[in-house]
């Protein structure tokens, strides 16, 4: 026989579609007795520890010089080399000084991001139990090899993918990996090969936790051969994507690029041509260089997005990722997960049937809070008084005793230590009255039938301790396993009746078309004097009590956040694991609608199965058209984010669980739970909510769209002052006078203004109707053709100001150092002035509040002063080239800014009445 190894074995083999006796002899091992602990020591040392490897990351070293790996710094890196071979040493270490800021800023903004941990590593647990040559040992959990024999229990975290060789009534909850809601019972008999993951119920996987029973099985994967170490490979191969913003920078950068080289080369060329010196022009081509670069803006960018997390912060979103804050407000689809995050993620039961009755159960999850109030039935109640039924009282009082789960309330939260589904019964008799300590002691347990797979139901046998005679048996089970076995059913006054099965089955399917869980409740007295219970005395004979009827219910701010995004232009897709029939029950209840296009009245649903048989043409229009994805594997979750993508979607993903880790990679912005959610999701994602509220998306999509517009007054109101600077030493080489500003001084301009004036711009509150407009169009640029034109029309004042100025000055006698000194202080006034135009880009300061931003009027009397001491403070004179200046000269500076100030008022009042531009344009 061959040996094996990594070659001969296939870990994506079916494995659920072998027989067991088949599985075992693939894997060369032993049903009973488990590997050799030779044959596992020379398995371990082929097959390498059962550990998921951490993905290596980019070093400290290589971090910090990408930040070096933009076009706009390679040309100041240029500018300071050249300065420096001219001999200007302080105009190249002010150059090179910026430069080395925005590297540290930057470099610190990504360390301070927590980089994707692979918590994929730590996603299994320390020891699992193993039998290995007869003996059962307790082994780390990377010591363990294909072939191996593992006991699994309640309580146990399952160590490596499994094939089932026994099941004693085992559940695993399996919904951090498929997305199911409800622990799946497991079996060992073998399953097509066609079928999906989240029904292959006689294997267990790594990751998953059991709820109940014991099991065995065979090792059949390890590390990233396991299910959850493909999901590893698929986070690692989904891309890292640019964020809207900073494609638009890269390409912004990359056209300056061009443009600032061009015109640096015909500001030399012309200078030379009209006989000027050859270093006078280099000097003059730099000048222009550092004057057109908005050495501010990657500093900026990354500050304003680190005050949008401060406040995200606030509201219960932590960004992982600063990008991602930007990216919020651009967004125009949320896929979201179901369970857990639309969803309690606790069973709670809606509707039960009882005495030929219909009752409907308020509240939501494990609480035992709320009322059982009679349902309406051809327009009229089913029933009167609850507590007169006695068919309804003894179908929760099944529910509560044919149970093996406890409900516990730890930090004022009530949730189940078991299994879900029995959890939801308990909470829903004690909605009543019936409390399980009480129902307990008043009939204490004799006996019990756990669940199993082939029996699909559950028995206990108990004693009435109020002086009843005979014992009685309470079963609880699937419909196909209850029906058959009774006879008749309990009446609402405790008589009982011939059994009507077609009309319970129908009640049943109404119950399962709402997405409802459905299970049955029976009885039986047997025999005085038995204590033990056996599948015989269940054959038949049964009463038949009612069904219980439950779901994974809907957050309710779930439902209103909903709304608040399609208010917002935002389209919501569910993609989840769970059962189609379940997924779109939801979806009704959350109100989630079909896109406008799609020509549908209710959303569509569809499953992973019909996904599978989609060519990429027909998946992208389905990724389009249907608003519910059920039953869907991880690698379809990744291929319809990657869909949408394609159809210049900006996707944020929402999810919890390992199976939604690679989408939330891929997505555009991933949203993880900070709660309940797993390790392997928020270290994927791009942002965490701490209340695991779907309510925090919309705020913080809110938060997103201001950060945006914050950044684009921040570009409009700096790009003025590089256009003024480019024009002003492009007219002095045309002209052939003496610079007006001197590359130290631009640089003084640019670096001082952006911090003390531009970075107020990041504490503007958020204007009115921002989630009453819809999401940018990821087409569209950042600036508009309409913000262009106001650019010019400002770089045109600044260039007659400062220009004109800079000339009169020198025409009646001032020096050079003068006349740049008041040019300088044109560039700044204006654009204190001009500030105030920005706080918003549609409507007048006065109309925002002249006070609103207090930080903005701070940063406005520091520069002021900052450019006095610019002015007359000597050692400034002497680094700077300035000089000071008369009293007089203050008044043509003054008036330069006001005159700014003015003509942009008069174009945006233009722009709001001429033109019809709604104060909610879209930025």
């Not at 290596?56 to 910090?64: M, V």
């Not at 072939?147 to 909850?173: C, E, F, T």
């Not at 399609?566 to 989840?576: E, L, N, P």
């Amino acid at each position: 026989m061959t040996t094996l190894t990594p070659a001969t074995h296939d870990p994506v083999k079916p494995w659920h579609a072998l027989a067991a006796e088949d599985a075992v002899a693939e894997l060369q091992t032993d049903p009973v007795h488990g590997l050799a602990p030779e044959e596992a020591a020379r398995r371990l040392e082929t097959f390498g520890p059962n550990r998921i490897a951490a993905r290596k990351g980019k070093g400290p070293l290589l971090r910090f010089l990408l930040q070096f790996h933009q076009p706009l710094v390679y040309i100041l890196i240029a500018a300071g080399i050249i300065t420096a071979g001219l001999g200007e040493h302080v105009d190249s270490g002010v150059i090179f000084a910026v430069v080395l800021i925005n590297a540290v800023v930057g470099y610190v903004q990504e360390a301070r991001a927590a980089e994707a941990i692979n918590a994929l590593a730590r996603a299994v647990l320390s020891e699992a139990v193993v039998v290995r040559g007869g003996e059962t040992r307790q082994l780390p959990t990377e010591q363990l090899v294909p072939g191996d024999l593992v006991l699994i229990q309640s309580g146990h975290k399952v160590p490596a993918d499994l094939r089932l060789l026994r099941s004693r009534d085992l559940q695993v909850d399996e919904s951090a990996l498929t997305g199911e809601s409800v622990a799946v019972s497991k079996s060992v008999d073998p399953l097509p090969a066609d079928t999906l993951l989240a029904d292959r119920d006689n294997c267990a996987y790594a990751s998953t936790l059991v709820t109940y029973g014991q099991g065995r099985g065979i090792v059949v994967g390890t590390a990233e051969r396991t299910e959850v170490g493909r999901i590893s490979e698929l986070i690692a191969e989904a891309a890292t994507l640019q964020t809207p913003l900073t494609r638009k920078i890269g390409k912004f950068s990359h056209v300056l690029l061009f443009v600032i080289l061009g015109l640096a080369a015909l500001t030399f060329g012309v200078g030379v041509a009209r006989g000027q010196s050859h270093i006078d022009m280099f000097l003059a081509a730099v000048a222009l260089a550092v004057g057109a670069i908005p050495e501010g803006l990657p500093a900026a960018v990354t500050i304003i997005l680190a005050i949008g997390v401060s406040r995200m912060a606030k509201r219960r979103a932590i960004i992982r990722r600063l990008p991602a804050v930007e990216t919020l407000g651009s967004t125009t689809v949320i896929c979201s997960d179901k369970t857990g995050t639309l969803t309690e993620n606790q069973m709670t039961v809606r509707e039960i049937l009882a005495g030929g009755a219909l009752w409907e159960v308020e509240g939501a999850g494990y609480a035992p809070e709320g009322a059982v109030t009679p349902a309406m039935q051809g327009g009229e109640t089913s029933g009167t008084d609850p507590e007169s039924s006695a068919a309804l009282l003894e179908t929760l009082r099944c529910g509560t005793l044919c149970n093996d789960s406890i409900l516990v309330q730890e930090n004022g939260a009530w949730e189940t230590d078991g299994d879900p589904t029995e959890g939801a019964l308990i909470a829903a008799a004690h909605k009543i009255g019936i409390t399980q300590s009480e129902a307990a002691a008043g009939f204490p347990r004799l006996d019990a039938i756990p669940f199993e797979s082939q029996y699909q139901y559950m028995a206990t046998l108990h004693r009435d301790a109020s002086g009843g005679t005979l014992p009685r048996v309470y079963v609880k089970g699937s419909l196909e396993a209850i029906l058959p076995r009774c006879t008749v059913w309990m009446r609402p006054d405790g008589a009982e009746e011939d059994f009507d099965a077609e009309a319970v089955s129908a009640a049943a399917e109404a119950m399962a078309a709402q997405g409802l869980r459905v299970l049955a409740f029976a009885r039986r007295d047997l025999a005085e004097g038995k204590s033990v219970v056996d599948h015989a005395d269940l054959e038949s004979g049964l009463t038949f009590l009612g069904l219980q009827g439950m779901i994974d219910p809907a957050r309710p701010a779930a439902i209103e956040a909903i709304r608040r995004c399609y208010a917002a232009g935002i389209r919501v897709k569910m993609i989840t694991g769970d059962h189609p029939r379940t997924a779109a029950a939801v979806a009704r209840a959350i109100g989630l609608k079909p896109p406008a296009d799609a020509g549908l009245e209710e959303p569509e649903a569809l499953s992973g199965r019909d996904l599978m048989t989609l060519e990429e043409r027909e998946f992208r229009e389905a990724a389009h058209r249907a608003s519910v994805f059920a039953r869907v594997t991880p690698e379809q979750k990744l291929r319809l984010v990657q869909a949408l993508q394609a159809q210049d979607e900006i996707v944020a993903m929402t999810g919890d669980g390992v199976n939604d880790a690679p989408a939330l990679k891929q997505a555009n912005i991933g949203v993880a739970m900070g709660g309940k959610g797993t390790d392997v999701a928020r270290e994927a994602c791009d942002m965490v909510l701490t209340d695991d509220n779907f309510e925090t998306i919309a705020a913080a999509v809110e938060e997103g769209r201001s950060v945006f517009d914050n950044l684009t007054k921040f570009i409009v109101w700096t790009l003025p002052t590089n256009v003024g600077e480019g024009l002003v030493i492009l007219a002095a080489v045309f002209a052939g006078v003496a610079l007006p500003i001197l590359p130290v001084q631009i640089l003084w301009i640019n670096m001082s203004t952006g911090v003390l004036l531009g970075m107020m711009l990041s504490f503007e509150p958020k204007e009115k109707g921002i989630m009453q407009r819809p999401p940018r169009n990821p087409k569209d640029p950042i600036i508009t053709r309409l913000l262009i034109l106001r650019i010019l029309l400002v770089g045109l004042v600044m260039l007659a100001g400062a220009f004109g100025l800079f000339e009169w000055h020198l025409h009646h006698g001032a020096s050079e150092e003068v006349a740049r000194t008041v040019a300088v202080n044109v560039f700044v006034i204006i654009e204190v002035f001009y500030l105030f135009n920005c706080r918003s880009l549609t409507k007048s300061m006065f109309a925002v509040g002249i006070f609103s931003n207090r930080w903005l009027l701070f940063g406005a009397a520091v520069m002021l002063a900052l450019q006095l001491l610019f002015t007359y403070a000597p050692p400034m004179n002497r680094f700077f080239h300035s000089a000071p200046l008369p009293g007089e000269a203050w008044i043509g500076i003054a008036g330069a800014g006001l005159v700014a100030h003015i003509l942009v008022g008069i174009e945006k009042w233009l722009r709001r009445g001429a033109r019809g531009v709604p104060e909610s344009v879209n930025l």
